[in-house]
């Protein structure tokens, strides 16, 4: 099983950029899946991006063409490159993996208008 821990939230006005980023404990090279998640004040937790060890990668439609998920397998790493940023992306933003099931603490993303 490996930690993971969150960084790179912050408040950013409407239009800005903000990259998430998701550290491991131990080696992510063998989890096959890594997404990030969000979670608005008031509303589930939604599937923001995925992506799979291969590269392949997945979006939600609401952040299609607007963020980016990638990840380093040497430095253990998941990032969320979100640009264009709206205020309806104001959230905690949570990396999970989806062979052991870890969450991370969250980081608060905050966008205004």
């Known amino acids: 099983q490996v930690q993971l821990v969150e960084s790179g939230g912050g408040l950013v006005q409407a239009g800005g950029s903000l990259t998430l980023s998701c550290a491991a404990s131990?080696?992510?090279?063998?989890?096959?899946?890594m997404g990030w998640y969000r979670q608005a004040p008031g509303k589930q937790r939604e599937l923001v991006a995925s992506?799979?060890?291969?590269?392949?990668?997945y979006y939600a439609d609401s952040v299609k063409g607007r963020f980016t998920i990638s990840r380093d397998n040497i430095k253990n790493k998941v990032y969320l490159q979100m640009n264009s940023l709206k205020p309806e992306d104001t959230a905690v933003y949570y990396c999970h993996d989806f062979v052991f099931g870890s969450w991370g603490q969250g980081t608060q993303v905050t966008v205004s208008s």
């Open positions: 131990g080696s992510i090279f063998s989890i096959n899946i």
């Open positions: 992506i799979r060890r291969d590269g392949v990668t």
